[in-house]
RNA sequence: GGCCCCUUCGUCUAGCGGUUAGGACGUCGGCCUCUCACGCCGAAAACAUGGGUUCAAGUCCCGUAGGGGUCACCA
């Protein structure tokens, strides 16, 4: 067999939604893993809601989770254009030629007087089907009219889903829909399926709100004599309240989590672990999806997007990161923040410190603003650590830091364990006054490793400014 | 409502006829400790339900309930 060639298609009418972004991936890593091909496809014949803003902020998301294509826009290809709009003939000569050939008609129908036909149905408690009036119509090109594919009426059309299993579509639930509108733009329904056929797709990885759609698909694939591609319908996201994952719930753009400080890499393999699993590993790179990915593993039960968890991917993807890498990432965080950071050695260490402490990149700039921009004291910390009985503790370190040439992790833990034993007191004692002085609160990494990262002279600064408020 | 799909801890899931039903997130204890975090140890927590089939069912079949999807000249 050869490759097979997969493709994503959104339609440009926001940013590249979660859900989105996990359809794509699965067809990505399929393509990848198969040396296969992945084709990305605007489809953007709702032109009422498409926005060239949209293209772009989809394109950036894809190119930020590293969901490369192989054609498509920017990128081209032999089976273009990759915008839907720009195949409007493509798709009038297919529906031509199923005209043509008898297997669509033109309905000269109204809108008005289908909805009309729709409240009466509802009216009734019936369900609505188009009736066929123009079914038998001789076709007149000059009257305005849409296309319609017409259904068989009776038996089924059964496919294998690779996900879902064997689904069979009675012929009676369907009816002869709209394939080609008014004005010549084809319906998702078809428009979506001439692409797929003229650019050779062999496999429909899609959500599975399309389920629906597949047996009459396939009913125009034999229509127009082309051999149907298989297709693995991906279950939803939903929210935690099992609805459709949707803004109420919360982030639903990848672009959004990218502002908030997740990593990619982490943004994969989370999306990768909702509806797919191998074993009970949690962690993937990038290369191991790519080398364990199989629709076979996916599973048929919609899974709901959970926030904590993919907080905690983040963290394990930032931890894997070294000193300079984890400052470079957090570096544009800090900035964002105003505050004043470089890519040094004082990033460095700061990045050590945050490792095992934030669960983001902007949790690094958050939580550790105190070495760039003066402390913000926390009233409960200052009434609690600086207070009289602080004063000489903090004067003793401070003498004990002015004297050492260059602080190192070694003697400033002998100053402090002198300062505290010498006064029968636990290192907690002297440790938390000190780290109320230098960062404003209670609560921080070594008292040792905050010394070092602020350096001596600023160190010296807020132990004086301390020593002040204690009195 | 019709049709389609789905149903293992709160959540993501492992399980592919015989398991003390496993892991992860979260939660709750404890340990470690200069605080926080990390780490480590431990706990609570699930097979929706009723019938079959079978020596044996979370695993297979049917029904019921619940959830989701879809019924446009949207995608």
């Known amino acids: 067999m050869s490759p097979p060639r997969l493709r994503f298609a959104p339609s440009p009418t926001g940013y590249l939604h979660i859900g989105g972004a996990r359809t794509a991936l699965f067809n990505w890593l399929w393509a990848r893993r198969t040396g296969g091909t992945f084709v990305l496809r605007v489809e953007d014949t709702d032109r009422e809601r498409s926005t060239e803003e949209a293209v772009r902020a989809i394109l950036e998301g894809m190119r930020w989770l590293g969901l490369d294509w192989d054609e498509g826009p920017e990128v081209g290809g032999p089976h273009g254009p990759y915008f839907q709009t720009q195949r409007l003939e493509i798709?009038?000569?297919?529906?031509?030629?199923l005209v043509r050939g008898?297997?669509?008609f033109a309905c000269y129908c109204t809108k008005e007087e289908l909805e009309a036909g729709r409240r009466l149905a509802e009216a009734e408690k019936r369900q609505f089907r188009?009736?066929?009036?123009?079914?038998?119509?001789?076709y007149d090109p000059s009257r305005r009219h849409v296309v319609r594919f017409r259904m068989p009426e009776a038996g089924a059309t059964t496919y294998r889903d690779m996900v879902k299993g064997p689904i069979t579509t009675p012929h009676e639930t369907l009816q002869d829909e709209v394939i080609l509108r008014g004005d010549g733009i084809p319906l998702y329904n078809f428009g979506a399926l001439v692409d797929d056929i003229?650019?050779?797709?062999?496999?429909?990885?899609?959500?599975?709100?399309?389920v629906n759609n597949t047996a009459r698909q396939i009913l125009m694939y034999q229509a127009l004599g082309a051999e149907p591609p298989a297709f693995a319908h991906?279950?939803?996201?939903?929210?935690?309240?099992?609805?459709?994952?949707?803004?109420?719930?919360?982030a639903t753009s990848v672009t959004a989590y990218r502002?908030?400080?997740?990593?990619p890499g982490a943004v994969v393999n989370y999306l990768a672990r909702i509806g797919w699993s191998h074993g009970d590993q949690e962690i993937f790179s990038l290369e191991e999806l790519v080398r364990l990915f199989d629709f076979e593993d996916v599973g048929a039960t919609a899974g709901v997007f959970n926030p904590d968890k993919m907080l905690w991917v983040n963290h394990e993807w930032l931890?894997?990161?070294?000193?300079?890498?984890l400052a470079r990432a957090a570096l544009p965080f800090f900035r964002a923040a105003g505050l004043p950071a470089e890519d040094d050695a004082k990033l460095r260490r700061i990045a050590a410190m945050a490792r095992e402490r934030a669960r983001t990149l902007a949790e690094v700039a958050g939580q550790f603003r105190y070495f760039y921009e003066p402390i913000r004291l926390d009233p409960g910390a200052r009434a609690r650590f600086l207070v009289p009985a602080s004063g000489p503790l903090l004067r003793a370190v401070r003498d004990g830091i002015a004297e050492m040439g260059s602080p190192d992790v070694a003697r400033l833990e002998r100053l402090f364990q002198g300062v505290a034993e010498g006064r029968g007191l636990g290192l907690g004692k002297v440790a938390q006054p000190v780290r109320v002085a230098l960062t404003g609160g209670t609560a921080s990494p070594s008292i040792y490793d905050v010394v070092l990262a602020l350096g001596r002279e600023e160190s010296l600064a807020r132990l004086d400014a301390a020593i002040a408020l204690a009195g």
């Open 319 to 325: 931890r894997a990161l070294d000193d300079a890498a």
């Open 198 to 210: 003229t650019m050779g797709i062999t496999l429909v990885a899609r959500g599975d709100d399309h």
């Open 102 to 104: 008898g297997r669509a």
């Open 259 to 263: 502002d908030m400080g997740y990593l």
């Open 91 to 97: 798709y009038r000569a297919h529906a031509e030629r």
């Open 130 to 138: 188009y009736p066929g009036t123009c079914r038998e119509k001789p």
């Open 234 to 250: 991906l279950p939803m996201i939903l929210g935690a309240d099992r609805t459709r994952l949707s803004k109420r719930h919360g």
